[in-house]
Every structure is written in C-alpha cells, then in structure tokens.
Nanobody, 123 residues
Framework: QVQLVESGGGLVQAGGSLRLSCAASGGTFSSTMMAWFRQAPGKEREFVAAISRGGGSTIYADSVLGRFTISRDNAKNMLYLQMNRLKPEDAAVYFC????????????????WGQGTQVIVSS
C-alpha cells in the first residue's frame, strides 16, 4: 500500500553530521504523519522524532532534542532527518514510519515501515 525507502546512512565520526532521507510512494504522502525510529544491536526500537502532516508540528526524543531535526517536503514525497553532533550512542538502524491516523511516540501507532538505513558512528 504505502512503501517507504530510507537512504543516507553510513559511517560518520563522532561530532559529525548526517542527513537521512525517506522516499514515500503508493499513497498520499501529505495525508500521513511521519516518524523516525532507530534500533541498535541488542536493544529495542526507540522513537526518535515525528512530524505532522503539513510539517507544522514536531516531536523529539529527549536524547536527540537540539541535535536532530525532522522535516518533510510534501511536494517531493520526502521525509528527512538531519543529524548533527552525532554521538556513538546514536549508532543504529534508522527506520522511517508512517500513519494516516496517528501522531506521537508509540511504535504501535505506525503501520507503514521502511527497511531501515544503518548509521555507524565512530569515535
């Protein structure tokens, strides 16, 4: 139904920056709430950030607040996550997620998921 494909992951040094992208297709992008989650090896998937349909509202996990910025371009069906001042604990597989009816921090609220893009932070 809705397909999400992440890109932009890679290796970055601690303190550096990286921009993740998520391309959406198969639905009306502008009608969906979007979010980023991440999962490190051996850990549960955790919420990172969310953005409302029009991009006017955002939510951030405390761990990334002030360092990460979520944004979207509805004209291009794209979701972004700008990550600055990266820390080793930011290393994880990052997933984008979408929902037509939920806007918040809960993983269970999102019913469309990408396959993830890996971020490695070296120190």
């Amino acid at each position: 139904q809705v397909q999400l494909v992440e890109s932009g992951g890679g290796l970055v040094q601690a303190g550096g920056s990286l921009r993740l992208s998520c391309a959406a297709s198969g639905g009306t992008f502008s009608s969906t709430m979007m979010a980023w989650f991440r999962q490190a090896p051996g850990k549960e998937r955790e919420f990172v950030a969310a953005i409302s349909r029009g991009g006017g509202s955002t939510i951030y996990a405390d761990s990334v607040l002030g360092r990460f910025t979520i944004s979207r371009d509805n004209a291009k069906n794209m979701l972004y996550l700008q990550m600055n001042r990266l820390k080793p604990e930011d290393a994880a597989v990052y997933f984008c997620a979408a929902s037509g009816s939920y806007y918040g921090r809960l993983e269970s609220g999102y019913n469309y998921w990408g396959q993830g893009t890996q971020v490695i932070v070296s120190s």
